[in-house]
């Protein structure tokens, strides 16, 4: 087989593989959107009412607790996350660090990104159990931040090293400090930090092991933060393996929520990352 037709063999693979991922991807989402949208169309109170009192017995009430449990547990988790990853990425950079200690902290910043977020569940589980404590928001806010950080970091690293070396340059030559230069370095790799933030709570708030063993499962509105909750990914689980089924057709309609939400996120990052793209350097309109 000559050159070229190993070239036409290998294009004829990897286009089969790009389209099977994607037929596979839009199969699962379709088929998701199509069952859970036909709920939430039949009876879309589903979605905004309170669960009743025996609501796995008998699906009484809908699942607006998960909802808000998502919500209450991975917005204040993103926040703490946020602030923790963009002190990391600056000071991995090279006004702070050295390149080999920002390289083994990147190393081990990949290694967590890559470990099963069960992992992290069953992590802040021992911490519960070793100090007598129960499951509740608070831990689960815990779990799902330390989830989020390697992700938020490694985006924010890689934005900062993007930013271009004329915009440190022209700020120490204008006499600021590292602290001033770091902030004009934040706002010129601003658009891959928010895709990075963005990206860290659709993560989050897709997650269920994270959640699974220190939030608690929960069939009531949450309360206070150490109060037991829990979230959408939890609440399909569950209530895909349930014999009822109309709890099998909310678990379809809570997919559908949480699907749609995640897409809107990444859509919310792509407009986000392109308008303040213009202040960045060589960005439009800078």
């Known amino acids: 087989m000559d050159r070229y037709a190993k070239q036409r063999l290998f294009e004829l693979l990897a286009r089969g593989a790009a389209a099977l991922v ?11 959107l199509f069952r859970g949208g036909r709920v939430l169309l039949t009876d879309p109170a589903v979605a905004i009412t309170p669960p009743g009192s025996r609501y ?12 808000v449990g998502s919500l209450f547990i991975v917005g204040p988790a993103t926040v703490v996350s946020m602030v923790l990853a963009v ?10 660090s050295s390149e ?3 390289d083994a902290v990147n190393m081990f910043l990949n290694v967590l990104w890559a470990t099963p977020p069960i992992v992290y569940g069953v992590f802040v589980l021992t911490i519960i159990i070793a100090i007598g404590a129960r499951t509740s928001m608070f831990f689960g806010i815990i779990a799902i931040a330390i989830f989020q950080y390697p992700i938020m ?24 400090t590292r602290l001033e230069t770091a902030l004009i370095t934040v706002r010129a790799a601003l658009p891959g930090v928010i895709a990075g933030i963005i990206m860290g709570f659709a993560r989050g708030i897709g997650d269920a092991a994270t959640v699974l063993f220190t939030a608690g499962r929960s069939n ?12 959408l990914p939890v609440l399909i689980f569950d209530n895909a ?19 749609v939400a995640v897409l809107g996120l990444i859509v919310v990052s792509k407009v986000l990352s392109g308008r303040y793209a213009r202040f960045a350097p060589g960005g439009r309109n800078s």
């Open 220 to 231: 009531t509105m949450p309360g206070g933060p150490f109060d037991g909750s829990t979230t």
């Open 100 to 102: 080999r200690f920002s």
């Open 241 to 259: 393996m349930s014999f009822n089924d109309e709890l099998r057709a909310q678990a379809y309609a809570a997919s559908f929520l949480l699907i």
């Open 87 to 96: 002190s990391t990425a600056i000071y991995l950079q090279s006004d702070y």
């Open 22 to 32: 994607v037929a596979v991807m839009v199969l699962v989402i379709g088929v998701t």
């Open 56 to 67: 796995q017995l008998e699906a009484d009430g809908g699942f607006l607790h998960a909802v």
């Open 153 to 176: 970091t490694r985006y924010t690293d890689e934005a900062l090293r993007s930013a271009p070396d004329a915009v440190k340059e022209a700020s120490y030559g204008l006499g600021s």
